[in-house]
């Protein structure tokens, strides 16, 4: 089946520097990935929808220049989060979709110190 | 915008019985059901999904049905396993490339 590649599992970082989320689709290409978060005990929130060669589509809400996605091929996807800060600390899951439906990566958690 | 419910937030079974998990959507237009099962720490998995041109679905022990006119759909787990306690995921969406409205996820417990 599809499999979607994340890195890295986990990451912690200091307040106010930025950090980059790679979403890798290793045997299909993918023309769409989709972000989320997760907080605790709680359903996954599409942040946005990145779509290979042209701008993200972010949700209401979610701040584009905070979270910068780049879809520069289709097989990889990156979410930056800039400026990060303790309450971006989240589970952040990326998903792409094949010919089968939606695949999605195992997930990054970010922990802003 | 599509939204979609999920019924109960936890279920605990004992090992062997079942497990009904039960989730409404509000856009007619969906047409594409997908259940995933996420356990702690990783990313969701996919277990069965339906589409709106068929009313049941069967793998294994798994199985999920759906009523359009009631736009509610349901997810069947039968004999259950200590690792299927996991949480669970409803999704629904309008086409293949659109993006997924998630219900709020059922945490599930079988008890050996």
């Known amino acids: 089946g599809a499999v979607v590649s994340q890195h890295p599992s986990r990451v912690i970082c200091k307040s106010g520097t930025s950090v980059k989320i790679e979403c890798r689709s290793l045997?299909?290409?993918?023309?769409?990935m989709f972000w989320y978060r997760q907080f605790p005990k709680q359903s996954l929130m599409l942040m946005a929808t990145?779509?290979?060669?042209?701008?993200?589509?972010?949700e209401q809400g979610v701040e584009k220049d905070k979270f910068l996605i780049n879809h520069a091929s289709l097989t990889l996807s990156t979410l930056t989060v800039t400026s990060a800060h303790p309450e971006d600390s989240s589970f952040y899951i990326c998903s792409a979709m094949d010919k089968y439906g939606y695949t999605f990566g195992s997930g990054t958690r970010l922990t802003v110190v | 915008g599509e939204n979609v419910e999920q019924h109960p937030s936890t279920l605990s079974v004992q090992e062997g019985d079942s497990a009904v998990i039960k989730c409404t959507y509000s856009?007619?237009?969906?047409?594409?059901f997908p259940w995933y099962k996420q356990e702690l720490g990783k990313g969701p998995q996919l277990i069965i999904d339906?589409?709106?041109?068929?009313g049941e679905k069967k793998d294994q022990r798994i199985a999920v049905t759906l009523n359009k006119t009631a736009k509610h759909f349901s997810l069947h787990i039968t004999e259950t396993q200590p690792e299927d306690s996991a949480v669970y995921f409803c999704?629904?969406?309008?086409?293949?490339?659109?993006?997924?409205?998630f219900g709020g996820g059922t945490r599930v417990l079988v008890k050996p």
């Open positions: 856009d007619s237009a969906s047409n594409y």
């Open positions: 045997d299909f290409q993918a023309t769409t």
């Open positions: 339906i589409r709106s041109n068929v």
């Open positions: 999704a629904a969406t309008k086409a293949a490339g659109n993006k997924l409205t």
């Open positions: 990145s779509n290979e060669g042209s701008k993200a589509t972010y």
